[in-house]
């Protein structure tokens, strides 16, 4: 394989329904990563489920509990995330609503794509600040209808 090029850059075929383990088991079967329940500093892969996402940012959420410790989301080179295509909701404003109704997380993580940054030299580093590649894996049925434009957003 070329220097460069990127084992986890795959397509599989998984029944459905899609959940963790099948997604380690493919993870595994094509480049040999043994899925474990920690994490390390340059993890190649994590693989987690997130708790929703937002249509309008295209952000993913992530609410850390003993489920999901904060750091799967950020120190891996390849985060590999489960979401399902119910659980994004259209506006920022549906995700404070659903995040007033619940106790709160020790830490609520909004991810916006993969870390980049042009800090150094203006030339873009990838992975600086957490992962250097998102992969979303959108299972399920269909997506709620849109929602129409919160009354307080021009």
Not at 49 to 64: G, I, N, P, Q
Not at 98 to 114: D, K, M
């Amino acid at each position: 394989m070329p220097e460069d090029e990127d084992p986890l850059h795959f397509v599989f075929v998984a029944p459905i329904p899609v959940n963790l383990t099948v997604v380690c088991n493919a993870i595994n079967a094509k480049v040999g990563l043994t899925p474990h329940p920690t994490i390390a500093v340059d993890e190649p892969v994590s693989v987690c489920e997130a708790d929703y996402a937002v249509a309008e940012t295209a952000s993913l959420v992530f609410r850390s509990s003993p489920h999901m410790p904060t750091l799967f989301a950020f120190l891996p080179l390849h985060h590999i995330v489960v979401l399902e295509a119910a659980r994004i909701v259209p506006w920022l404003d549906d995700a404070a609503a659903l995040e007033a109704a619940r106790p709160a997380p020790r830490n609520l993580n909004f991810v916006t794509g993969a870390s980049g940054t042009t800090d150094i030299e203006g030339t873009l580093v990838r992975g600086a600040h957490g992962p250097a590649h998102l992969h979303v894996l959108l299972i399920g049925g269909q997506m709620p209808a849109p929602a129409p434009q919160p009354a307080n957003v021009p």
